[in-house]
C-alpha cells in the first residue's frame, strides 16, 4: 500500500465524458484517458484491504490492491503483468465490465470505491501503446490439437492458453468475422473493434488459426458435427455463446416494426465495420425497446445515434432503489444509469407490454398495463391499460441458450454456452478455467 492516508485525502474521480451531442455525432469510443498522475492518485485511494474483497468481487480474481499500488508507484510495466496474470483482455473488461469488483470494495461502503475498472484500462492501453503486449508463443508444441467453436470471449481466452501451453488450436466461428459479441453485440461506441483486432493478431502470432463461416453442432445443417471434430482433434471446446433469443409471443408480434435486439445491433456493427448490410432503423422513428438490460441500453444508444425521434426503454420489474446499503460486499440490485441512458431517451418501469398494434401489417404502437409486485409476484394492476405510439420496437428480453448441446469424452464447455447470459468477464474467466481442464485432459501426469 503506497499511501496509507490516500483513501482519507483524494476523492474518487473518473475523467469526464465528451458532451453528448458530441458522442452521438459518432459510433466511436470517445472516452477521455486518465493522466499519468490522475492514475497515480486514484491508485493511491486503495487500501490494501487485509481481506481484499475485490479480489472474490471478480470472476476473474484479478489482483487488484497490487496492480492499485504499482500504478501507484509509476511501475506500469509490473502492473500489466499483474493484469495479464488473471486477465488475457483486460482492455475489454476494463470498458465493458459492469465492475463488480468495485461492489465489492470496502470503499463502496461509503459509495466512493477505487476507479478499479478505470485504472485497469488505463494500464491496459498504457501497455498497448508502449509496445509491451507482445506475442508469447509456446517454446515447444505437444503435438496435441485442439478445436473451439465460438470466438467470443470465452472461445478466445481458452484459445490464448492453449496456444501458449503449446497446443494446436484451430477456432471455428460460425459469423463472418471473429469476436462473438465483442464484434456482434457490443456496439462501437463500447468496444472499438480495432481493439479486438490487435488482440486477434496477438492470437495469430502465437500460432492460434482461425476460420470463420463455420458452424459446429449435429452436421445436419452442412455444418461441422462434434462427433467429427472430436475425431480429428484431441479435445473439442463448445463455447458458442447463449444466442438464442427470449421471445415475445403476443398478439402483433408478426407485424413489421417489431425486431429481436440482435435483428437491429449486428447489422450496425457490421455497418461499422464497413459493409453495406440491411436491417432495421431507427431514423426518424419512434422507438420503443422492451427490456432495461445491457442490450437494451445498446439498442437505445444505436437509436440515439441512428436518428430516432423519440427512444422508450420499458423494463417489466419495477424500478429499483437508488441505494441498497446492506449490499457490500455483494452485487447491489440498484438502479444504475448507463453511458447510453445518459445520452436521451425515457426509462419506464414495471410495464407489461400485452399486444402489438399495427396498421397495414405495420407496427403503430404498444397496449401496456403496469404491475406491481405482491408477495414476491407481478401483478396488473387494474385500470392501469394505457397505449405508447410506436413505429419500431426492439426486443431486448435476453437469452434462453445455446444452439449446440454437446458432450462426453474430450469435449469441454464454457461461456455464456456454459453458464446462460452472462458477462465478458465470466466468458474470460470460464475460457481461462476451461483451458486448464483441457491441459490437465490432454497431459496426464
Ligand atoms: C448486446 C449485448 C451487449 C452486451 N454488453 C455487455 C457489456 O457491456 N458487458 C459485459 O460484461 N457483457 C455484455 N454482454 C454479455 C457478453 O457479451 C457475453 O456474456 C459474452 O460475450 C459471452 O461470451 P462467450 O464467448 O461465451 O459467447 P459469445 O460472445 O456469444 O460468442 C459465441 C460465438 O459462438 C458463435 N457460434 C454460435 N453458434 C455456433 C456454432 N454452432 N458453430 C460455430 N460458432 C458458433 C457465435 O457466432 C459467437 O461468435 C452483452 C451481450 C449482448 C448481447
Redesign the pocket.
Known amino acids: 500500500m503506497g499511501d496509507p492516508t490516500g483513501f482519507l485525502r483524494i476523492e474518487r474521480a473518473l475523467p469526464p465524458r465528451q458532451p453528448v451531442k458530441v458522442r452521438l455525432r459518432t459510433y466511436e469510443e470517445l472516452e477521455t484517458r486518465m493522466t499519468v498522475a490522475e492514475a497515480r492518485d486514484q491508485g493511491a485511494r486503495c487500501m490494501a484491504c487485509g481481506v481484499p474483497f475485490c479480489h472474490a468481487g471478480c470472476p476473474l480474481g484479478n489482483l487488484i490492491p497490487d496492480f492499485n499500488h504499482l500504478v501507484y508507484e509509476d511501475r506500469w510495466r509490473e502492473a500489466i503483468e499483474v493484469l495479464h496474470a488473471t486477465n488475457n483482455f483486460p482492455e475489454f473488461?476494463g470498458r465493458?465490465?459492469?465492475a463488480p469488483c468495485e461492489a465489492s470494495c470496502v470503499l463502496n461502503i461509503e459509495r466512493v470505491p477505487v476507479t478499479i475498472e478505470r485504472i485497469e484500462e488505463e494500464i491496459a492501453d498504457r501497455a498497448w501503446d508502449e509496445g509491451w503486449v507482445r506475442a508469447q508463443p509456446a517454446a515447444t508444441s505437444t503435438g496435441k490439437r485442439v478445436a473451439i467453436?465460438?470466438?467470443?470471449?470465452?472461445?478466445?481466452a481458452a484459445a490464448q492458453e492453449l496456444a501458449r501451453l503449446g497446443h494446436a488450436v484451430t477456432v471455428?466461428?460460425?459469423?463472418d468475422r471473429?469476436?462473438?459479441?465483442?464484434?456482434?453485440?457490443?456496439?462501437d461506441f463500447?468496444?472499438d473493434k480495432r481493439l479486438l483486432d490487435r488482440r486477434l493478431a496477438q492470437l495469430t502470432a502465437e500460432g492460434v488459426t482461425f476460420r470463420t463461416g463455420?458452424?459446429?453442432?449435429d452436421g445436419d445443417d452442412g455444418?461441422?458435427s462434434v462427433a467429427s471434430l472430436r475425431a480429428e482433434h484431441d479435445a473439442v471446446i463448445i463455447?458458442?455463446?447463449?444466442?438464442l433469443a427470449r421471445e415475445l409471443p403476443i398478439e402483433g408480434r408478426e407485424l413489421d416494426g417489431v425486431h429481436l435486439?440482435?435483428d437491429f445491433?449486428v447489422p450496425q456493427n457490421k455497418r461499422v465495420a464497413g459493409d453495406t448490410v440491411e436491417g432495421p432503423s431507427a431514423a426518424g422513428k419512434r422507438v420503443v425497446i422492451l427490456g432495461g438490460g445491457?442490450?437494451g441500453?445498446?439498442?437505445l444508444g444505436t437509436s440515439l445515434r441512428q436518428g430516432a425521434l423519440s427512444v422508450k426503454q420499458i423494463e417489466l420489474m419495477p424500478q429499483p432503489p437508488d441505494d441498497d446499503p446492506l449490499a457490500w460486499p455483494d452485487w447491489p440490485m440498484i438502479l444504475r444509469t448507463s453511458s447510453s441512458q445518459e445520452e436521451g431517451g425515457e426509462r419506464d418501469f414495471a410495464v407489461m407490454t400485452k399486444r402489438f398494434l399495427g396498421k397495414d401489417g405495420k407496427l403503430t404502437g404498444l397496449e401496456a398495463v403496469r404491475v406491481e409486485r405482491v408477495d414476491g409476484k407481478l401483478r396488473e394492476i387494474e385500470g392501469s391499460t394505457f397505449t405508447i405510439d410506436a413505429d419500431l420496437c426492439l426486443l431486448?428480453l435476453g437469452?434462453v441458450g445455446?444452439?449446440?448441446a454437446a458432450s462426453g469424452d474430450g469435449v469441454f464447455t464454457?461461456?455464456?454456452?456454459?453458464r446462460g447470459?452472462?458477462?465478458?468477464?465470466?466468458?474470460i474467466a470460464?475460457?481461462r478455467e476451461c483451458a486448464r481442464d483441457v491441459h490437465a485432459y490432454l497431459t496426464p501426469s
Open positions: 473488461t465493458v465490465c459492469p467453436a465460438g470466438s467470443g470471449p470465452a472461445g478466445l471455428l466461428e460460425r459469423d471473429i469476436g462473438g459479441l465483442l464484434r456482434y453485440g457490443i456496439p463500447k468496444l463455420v458452424t459446429v453442432g455444418g461441422v463455447a458458442v455463446g447463449a444466442t435486439a440482435m445491433l445491457d442490450t441500453s445498446d439498442c431486448a437469452f445455446s444452439t449446440v464454457c461461456g455464456d454456452a456454459r447470459q452472462s458477462l465478458v468477464v465470466w466468458a470460464e475460457g
